[in-house]
């Protein structure tokens, strides 16, 4: 049934197959004798062995044939008719299947097929934009909240990374954090959890959609001084704010220990070429390969200096402002 419905080009089929090539098919060769471009011997439709040993002729420069004795001849179409007792349209189907010939028509109706889909996939209308920015801001949130204190920000600090305690929604009951991306536009907010979370509680929730290795946290505040300014690297929201509150206005954050393609990326086109990277992570075992990794990363496109916390687990929330100075000033650069 599948044949049927399948083109077949004759001209093509009797051009591109020889009766030699049939007759080699069947395994008629061993049994005719050749006479300069002809082939001879009995008939081999008929079974005439008993009757006459040349009856069956095929000229092989004409590509066709002829039996003598029972009249019947034609090209290698009817030949295949003859021997299976089909029709032309079915002889034709299974010599292209046996010598795996493409109709024309259906080279071309391949090709075109194949131009549809090259236009289709270039006129694909473009992906929908990752972190798309949000088209609301929380409201009312509780900016005095204690954990706020507790954590030592400032009210400058806390109105210019727009901080606030969550009472409704998704984040209720949360410490949001507003996430920009490198434009300036807002594209998701982070809560955390205002203490040590709840069993099985996270300390930190974002947006299930929101794919945070797409984005540097506040870069979008410091992209304008990272050429002429160092940029420190740092692992979250509240590195930033520390440093921030420290007089550092250049701190970013990768919220996380891991460094992603697309916010290298970002950073290195942020400092631009012999730009400068400082790297502060926390002094645990993750902060350690976490720092590590980013060394590796940056060093053959900045100037890239690591910063080690002395005590263990450390991090750079937790550093004093002489602390922070004293560590910044001792580390010299390194770049390949």
């Not at 079915?90 to 090259?118: D, M, P």
């Not at 798309?132 to 900016?143: G, I, M, V, W, Y």
């Not at 507003?178 to 955390?192: C, D, F, M, Q, S």
Request: glycine share 8%; with cysteine.
């Amino acid at each position: 049934m599948k044949l049927k419905t399948e083109w077949v080009d004759f001209k093509q089929t009797k051009e591109k197959v020889s009766m030699e090539e049939i007759l080699g098919h069947y395994g008629l060769l061993k049994d005719l004798k050749r006479n300069e471009d002809e082939l001879v011997g009995f008939c081999p439709i008929r079974d005439e062995k008993h009757y006459n040993k040349n009856a069956f002729c095929v000229n092989s420069s004409k590509n066709n044939w002829h039996c003598f004795s029972c009249g019947a001849g034609g090209n290698v179409l009817d030949f295949v008719c003859s021997m299976e007792d089909i029709d032309i349209r079915q002889a034709g189907l299974l010599i292209q299947k046996w010598f795996g010939i493409v109709s024309e028509q259906k080279r071309q109706l391949a090709k075109e097929r194949k131009k549809v889909r090259k236009e289709k996939k270039e006129t694909k209308p473009e992906q929908e934009i990752v972190n798309p920015p949000l088209t609301f801001e929380l409201k009312a949130l509780d900016r005095k909240h204690p954990y706020l204190k507790e954590r030592g920000l400032k009210k400058e600090t806390i109105k210019e990374f727009g901080l606030g305690y969550c009472k409704r929604g998704l984040m209720k009951g949360r410490i949001v954090i507003p996430i920009h991306n490198e434009k300036g536009e807002l594209v998701a907010y982070a809560g955390r959890y205002p203490g040590d979370p709840p069993e099985g509680e996270p300390k930190y929730k974002l947006p299930q959609k929101f794919k945070k290795h797409l984005v540097v946290f506040n870069l979008n505040r410091v992209k304008d001084i990272a050429k002429d300014e160092e940029l420190i690297v740092v692992e979250g929201f509240f590195d930033v704010f520390n440093l921030w509150q420290a007089g550092y206005k250049n701190a970013i954050a990768l919220m996380g220990t891991s460094m992603s393609d697309e916010q290298e990326k970002l950073i290195v086109e942020a400092v631009g070429e012999n730009g400068k990277v400082a790297l502060i992570f926390d002094s645990d075992e993750a902060g350690r390969s976490g720092s590590q990794d980013a060394l590796t990363r940056l060093v053959s496109h900045a100037y890239v200096k690591l910063v080690k916390p002395t005590e263990e687990g450390l991090g750079p929330d937790a550093l004093s402002k002489e602390k922070m100075k004293r560590l910044l000033g001792q580390m010299v650069f390194q770049n390949e």
